[in-house]
């Protein structure tokens, strides 16, 4: 979270004023405008700079309308650079007048994917080898990168909070709460709702959290660009099961191993599992039973018992979900250093 998490930020910031200035690029290019796109595109080749890679439906969509597939434009994308340069639309008849400098300048710099450009180096965690965070991405991919890292916040919320799935779902933008303690030291919390066992709509209450945790949801409200108020996960997908699967997909494939991330094992994980695994971390310290009561919210002191004893859990068919992520107590701080 902490090493890509602010660098993924400003790409998604850029990627969301580069369809702002596209939604008001709406009127055609004017015949004057041609020269001084004809000094970008000059300069951008005698910069050495990469023409944008066009994406793959825009590709086949050309191919349909009888573009020649050895085109040495096919694969470039035109429109986006008429709308970063002259904030206008850019038509197949613009392309066509300019074809002599777009042709020169993708023969001398070729192709390159749009976002991502010039990644900065981090430290790989296994062996602390800089390697660029990302490879440049399409959008589509930089779209999913975000809802990784979003659904890295959600769990990591999850396994160190212990909150319920619907508490999670009702998790907001400006949740975050800060309070400098007397004689030093600062608690974190985050607002959200009880759900179960309330009057319908819940009831507001606050959790006290880690600093990992408050920061993670930190870095999810500037990926999400969430509204104060708004709800925080419920933009895309809230479904926990898919989220980790895009999670753990994207660790254990080209992208998180390219970083050095260590894979995610097989299995299913989900808040209800995880919840109990905290459960069981926390009764292992002096009074954790009634800390368990307390933080996880139980009606009584009953149900925390009922959360931390081994036989329920294995006659309720969840011995092993849980002891795959909670063998040790610093078990759950894996969910946060996976996402790192």
Request: hydrophobic fraction near 40%.
């Amino acid at each position: 979270m902490e090493t890509i998490g602010p660098l993924l930020v400003a790409e998604a910031a850029a990627a969301r004023a580069a369809d702002q200035h596209e939604a008001a690029s709406r009127r055609s290019l004017l015949i004057t405008e041609v020269a001084g796109l004809r000094e970008v595109i000059k300069r951008r080749r005698e910069t050495g700079l990469p023409a944008a890679r066009a994406a793959e439906a825009t590709v086949t969509q050309r191919l349909k309308r009888g573009w020649d597939p050895d085109d040495p434009l096919l694969h470039m994308s035109w429109h986006p650079l008429v709308v970063e340069a002259a904030g206008a639309m850019g038509h197949r008849r613009d392309l066509e007048t300019l074809r002599p400098e777009l042709e020169r300048w993708v023969s001398e710099c070729g192709l390159q994917q749009p976002w991502c450009r010039d990644a900065a180096p981090v430290p790989r965690p296994d062996d602390g080898t800089l390697v660029p965070w990302t490879l440049p991405m399409a959008r589509h991919q930089l779209d999913a990168t975000v809802y990784v890292v979003t659904s890295a916040a959600y769990f990591l919320t999850s396994a160190l909070c212990g909150m319920r799935s619907s508490e999670l779902a009702e998790l907001t933008s400006g949740c975050r709460q800060q309070e400098e303690r007397p004689g030093g030291g600062t608690r974190y919390r985050l607002v959200s709702r009880r759900i179960k066992g309330e009057a319908f709509g819940g009831t507001e209450d606050a959790w006290v959290v880690t600093v990992d945790v408050h920061r993670a949801i930190a870095i999810a409200e500037a990926l999400t660009n969430t509204a104060p108020g708004e709800r925080l996960f419920a933009k895309a997908s809230n479904n926990s099961g898919r989220r980790y699967t895009a999670l753990s997909a994207w660790v254990n494939g080209e992208y998180g191993q390219r970083l050095g991330l260590e894979p995610i094992p097989d299995g299913p994980v989900n808040p209800r599992a995880l919840r109990r695994t905290l459960a069981m971390a926390i009764a292992q310290r002096p009074h954790g039973l009634m800390v368990v009561k307390l933080h996880l919210k139980h009606v009584s002191v009953a149900t925390a018992e009922g959360y931390v004893d081994p036989r329920e859990l294995h006659q309720m068919g969840e011995k092993p979900q849980v002891a795959s992520s909670g063998r040790r107590p610093d078990g759950l701080q894996r969910y946060y250093e996976l996402a790192v």
